[in-house]
């Protein structure tokens, strides 16, 4: 019997993911770009990288023969694809080759029943950056490193499963499974963290490695959504929480719809922690559905930003779609 499986990351940059106002000028300006949201499913990392739709892209796939329910040979395809920056000075369009650094491949963990394969991608891109940062030699010119890490794990009875190993604070991460959808996303962006820190020996290739926040994903519904609150001209207000911060109270009057920006909320019923949301979730729905009062708590596990949308133009059958999902306190026995 063959074992099969593949998991792949792609690296983009959303709209309100960088922080600063040196560095978020030239995005503002339209010289600089932010990406649109890949595809819910993916079938051709080459077509989306010529459509510049990504910064990098990692792609492990890996295989196993089993004989008698035991794993006799195995090995590993795949690898990092990189995209480009185009910068637009005035009536002109320049753009830069991304750098890449070599895959990084250990030797995979073999036992009888299960074999264990790592992989980091990533790199730089061609695009200068010159700024200060944390650590000697305190300024920088060449760009920081962006990478994912990804493993996956063959069983001898067919089964398998992958893991976000580790990746850098920046940009976002969406993680597609071996049947090309989406199955997860990095819940939280440190800009900042990153353009003062991922450098040299800062990054799986030199001595460090990122852990990375993974959520469950939004619904599919919700990221079409997503996009009307986040439109062009949209009057969504953008509010940033601490850690442990409280963006509503059960019970509460409530008259706005949430998009999670960035981070992870923890939806509370009834002072018990029902389900934890990250990036892309739509919330407080139901508020204005089922009579204008808030039916959970959402609280910041960690640093949050959350565009806030009062006057919407989503229809209330659309929403109602949406809340069937969310009602997570019939759940609990």
């Not at 792949?8 to 959303?14: L, N, Q, R």
């Not at 995979?108 to 299960?114: G, H, K, L, R």
């Not at 030699?137 to 990478?147: K, L, N």
């Amino acid at each position: 019997m063959r074992v099969e499986s593949s998991v792949t990351a792609i690296s983009w940059i959303p709209s309100e993911a960088i922080t600063g106002l040196s560095t978020k000028l030239p995005f503002e300006m339209g010289i600089a770009h932010y990406d649109q949201p890949p595809p819910d499913t993916i079938d051709d990392l080459e077509a989306l990288r010529a459509a510049d739709r990504f910064r990098f892209a990692n792609r492990l796939e890996a295989w196993a023969e089993v004989h008698d329910g035991r794993i006799i040979s195995s090995g590993q395809r795949g690898g990092g694809l990189i995209g480009s920056t185009t910068l637009n000075l005035g009536t002109r369009r320049t753009t830069f080759a991304a750098v890449a650094y070599p895959d990084i491949r250990p030797d995979p963990e073999v036992a009888e029943t299960s074999v264990r394969f790592v992989q980091t991608a990533g790199g730089r891109t061609g695009v200068p950056a010159p700024r200060r940062v944390s650590r000697p030699p305190y300024v920088q010119v060449t760009a920081p490193t962006a990478w994912s890490t990804l493993a996956i794990t063959l069983h001898a009875d067919g089964s398998s499963a992958f893991e976000v190993v580790g990746a850098s604070p920046f940009p976002r991460h969406w993680i597609y499974g071996s049947d090309g959808r989406l199955a997860a996303k990095t819940g939280v962006i440190n800009f900042e963290d990153w353009y003062r820190s991922a450098f040299g020996a800062h990054s799986p290739w030199g001595s460090e490695e990122s852990p990375a926040l993974v959520t469950a994903v939004e619904s599919a519904l919700e990221r079409q959504l997503s996009a009307r609150i986040m439109a062009k001209g949209s009057r969504a207000q953008v509010r940033s929480l601490a850690e442990g911060a409280t963006l509503v109270e059960q019970g509460e009057e409530g008259h706005e719809l949430f998009l999670l920006l960035d981070g992870v909320l923890r939806v509370e019923v009834d002072g018990q922690a029902v389900a934890e949301v990250g990036p892309g979730a739509l919330l407080g729905e139901r508020a204005l559905l089922e009579g204008g009062r808030r039916t959970s708590t959402l609280r910041a596990v960690t640093p949050c930003r959350v565009a806030a949308a009062r006057d919407v133009d989503i229809e209330r059958d659309a929403l109602a779609e949406v809340g069937k999902g969310h009602r997570r306190e019939e759940g609990r026995g």
